[in-house]
């Protein structure tokens, strides 16, 4: 095929035939123009209903769009991983087992998924969170790792490691919206795919080196390991009745930042 | 020269290549969705118009649970509830409107503070829940008001006040009395004195629009009225069915509604909360009109 002729996606930046309507990598429509604010937010490509793209050698289909379900069929020799809450139906043959993790005690009195449920091929599964929102799907090259909000990731295929980094310093623990831990997912020798469930509209934003941007704690979805998190406390007084304090993330490039606008709001000290 | 009159916010403009309301971000290409009934929908904002605000402008981003990104030159600014914010460029600076009864204000349960960005730079806005941004311009000597907690931002050149509702119900069982607010104990006023400013409301579900005609009456769910013009009144009104004293004690058969009058515009939405009566005997109202079913 002529290089000149392919079309390259505007989410993931893979190549596809000049004749696709949708990315055969991520799903993103191609043939609608990409929207960006004049902030430089860039809104996560609305999956059309329906839409299907590929990983290793499984597909995935996109149903639905105020709860999205994302369903996928499994070759022989893949699997995914997930929290198991999130399975909404599986084909009897799909094999169930669980993902050994270390730090389990730590996970629990983190709050984090003490289980997390692998699903083998072949077969088709589904998953969904049961929540409206967005369905935002990145697919990873090898070597990239991203960290993820916790109880924010959908489904992983099974090239792409799944870890957690403590969060550091204490004000980021009580205050970042994180709790203690994030979870990494990082491509080993393969690309992956890794699926996560984003409240309302979902928007990304690159920063630059030592750029900078403060975010409500309760909004941040993803970020690239590269990008670093400090919370900053703001006091907002009104004289005699107090006020409150405002806490806000400030996230600094360089990499990318994912956002959610309907965001899991935490409660301040008023 | 204005070429246009927008049908929602009623801004003559002069339009150019723009396919959205500058003063508004009302689209201008989709015809008038009006019920039988005489309701109008509210269109939602298209995902990334533009609204101008003086030499600020905002940008409304998303569809589902859209986000009021302002771009803020030096010197314009704007207020919110603090928790609406999403995130600000470094660069905007933070603090606080200065509210008169602030007591009055903790007691009803309304914010006790109102936070102000400043210019220059970004700051953007989200009422975490599924709906719509209602984009009102206020001209000088205009004013609404707004039902509590549904104030998403606005300019500092609105003014903003708050007064009681006048609308409550007394319930007594036994020895036990209790005051109801269907609407709230205060409602938020914006106007703008001076100069032209924009206030945006979160409004649940979709929003629905209605001209009332002077004296024209309509009677509306309490908890599913978004705003109205200031010249628009208000009372209780009850409803029951006429089959003896026992039915004011159940909930379901006793229905409490909000009788507004023109003339002047109110709007709705279609998601709203819900209001709990608890059924028992009506001690006192503020005024109302009542009607047994069936009487």
Known sequence: ??????????????????????????????????????????????????????????????????VPVAE???????????????????????????????????????????????????????????????????PLPPGQEVDVREHAFLVASHS??????????????????????????????????????????????????????????????????????????????????????????????????????????????? | MANYTCRWCRSQIDL????????CGAPVDVRARETRSGWSELPAIPDMARIQCGRSTCQIEGTFVPVADFNLAPGDGVYFAHHVLLWRDASVTLGTLPLRGALKRLFAGMPVVMAQAQGPGHVAFSHDSPGEVVALPLQPGMAVDVREHLLMVATLSVAYEWFPTGVWFQTSDGDDQETHYPLGRYMDRFSAPHEPGLLLLYAAGNAFIRDLGPGETLLVKPTALLYKDASVQMHLHFERPAVGWRAWRTWGERYVWLRLYGPGRVAVHSAYGRFEDPGTNLAGSSPATSWSWGS
């Open chain 1, 1 to 66: 095929m002529d290089v000149g002729s392919r079309i390259e996606c505007q989410w993931c930046r893979s190549q596809n035939l000049p004749d696709a309507s949708t990315c055969v990598t991520c799903g993103a429509p191609l043939n609608v123009r990409n929207l960006v604010s004049d902030s430089g937010w860039r809104e996560a490509p609305r999956l059309r209903d329906m839409s299907e793209f590929r990983f290793g050698q499984s597909t995935c289909q996109v149903e639905g769009e105020i």
């Open chain 1, 72 to 138: 996928i069929t499994l070759a022989p020799r893949d699997w995914v991983y997930f929290e198991h809450h999130v399975m909404l139906w599986k084909d009897e043959s799909v094999p169930m087992s669980v993902m050994p993790l270390p730090g389990g005690l730590k996970r629990a009195l983190a709050g984090m998924p003490f289980i997390i449920s692998i699903a083998q091929g072949p077969g088709r599964i589904a998953f969904s969170r049961d929540a409206s929102g967005e369905l935002v799907v990145l």
């Open chain 1, 160 to 270: 792409v490691a799944y870890s957690y980094v403590r969060v550091k310093g204490l004000k980021n623990i009580l205050f970042g919206g994180q709790g203690m831990f994030m979870d990494r997912f990082v491509a080993g020798g393969e690309q992956g795919l890794l699926i996560l469930h984003g409240y309302g509209n979902v928007f990304e934003r690159t920063l630059q080196p030592g750029e900078s941007i403060l975010l409500e704690p309760g909004s941040f979805l993803y970020k690239d390991a590269s990008v670093t998190m400090q919370v900053e406390t703001q006091r907002l007084s009104s004289g005699l009745f107090g006020g409150t304090g405002m806490n806000l993330a400030r996230m600094t490039g360089p990499g990318r930042v994912g956002i959610q606008s309907m965001y899991v709001h935490h409660h301040t000290d008023d």
């Open chain 2, 16 to 23: 150019q290549d723009q396919v959205t309301c500058p003063r």
